[in-house]
T-cell receptor, first 112, second 113 residues
């Protein structure tokens, strides 16, 4: 089945700096890649997603890039703020299965 | 927020007892999912449903069963709970096609002693 690896597992940045989280996937038929933000004790919330026919997508300070050839995708957060501190999860929808496979998460800490 | 209600929100029970968790949605979405979340493992799919009475297994389905008799309700049952099933359980829904965004409920924290 699909395998998703996420790096780094922890990331600390100064407020105002950029943060980048990277994920790789194994199934070349995967076609949908969402990113979720989860604050402590809360539910995961979708923050951005990208489909395989698009190379990049932006929403204000958040962007996601997809490299299908290399089978990796990344989350970019610019001008980080303390409220960006949370655990971020990437996920991949395998083309052969109807289910999302999640990465193990990245704990992002934005230092004031 | 997506109209998803999970119940109960917290439960403590003993090994060997049956447990049923409920997910109720008001969005009339086709797809419903049950995940468990454990430290270091992210979210892992237990079972999912693609319509009334249509369900399939996920990555970690052993020890769990599900039922969906109505569009709005998806039940997860632990027939005989074990301590390894202590976890936070999330329900998610998505509509239309399978590659639509999934939205999560608030979770159920289940402790099995």
């Amino acid at each position: 089945g699909e395998n998703v690896e996420q790096h780094p597992s922890t990331l600390s940045v100064q407020e105002g700096d950029s943060a980048v989280i990277k994920c790789t996937y194994s199934d070349s038929a995967s076609n949908y890649f969402p990113w979720y933000k989860q604050e402590l004790g809360k539910r995961p919330q979708l923050i951005i997603d990208i489909r395989s026919n698009v190379g990049e997508k932006k929403d204000q300070r958040i962007a996601v890039t997809l490299n299908k050839t290399a089978k990796h995708f990344s989350l970019h957060i610019t001008e980080t703020q303390p409220e960006d501190s949370a655990v971020y999860f990437c996920a991949s929808l395998s083309g052969s299965a109807r289910q999302l496979t999640f990465g193990s998460g990245t704990q992002l800490t934005v230092l004031p | 927020d997506a109209g998803i209600t999970q119940s109960p929100r917290h439960k403590v029970t003993e090994t060997g007892t049956p447990v049923t968790l409920r997910c109720h949605q008001t969005e009339n979405h086709r797809y419903m999912y049950w995940y468990r979340q454990d430290p270091g493992h992210g979210l892992r799919l237990i079972h999912y449903s693609y319509g009334v009475k249509d369900t399939d297994k996920g990555e970690v389905s052993d020890g769990y069963s599900v039922s969906r008799s109505k569009t709005e309700d998806f039940l997860l049952t632990l027939e005989s709970a074990t301590s390894s099933q202590t976890s936070v359980y999330f329900c998610a829904i998505s509509g239309g096609q399978v590659n639509q965004p999934q939205h999560f409920g608030d979770g159920t924290r289940l402790s099995i002693l």
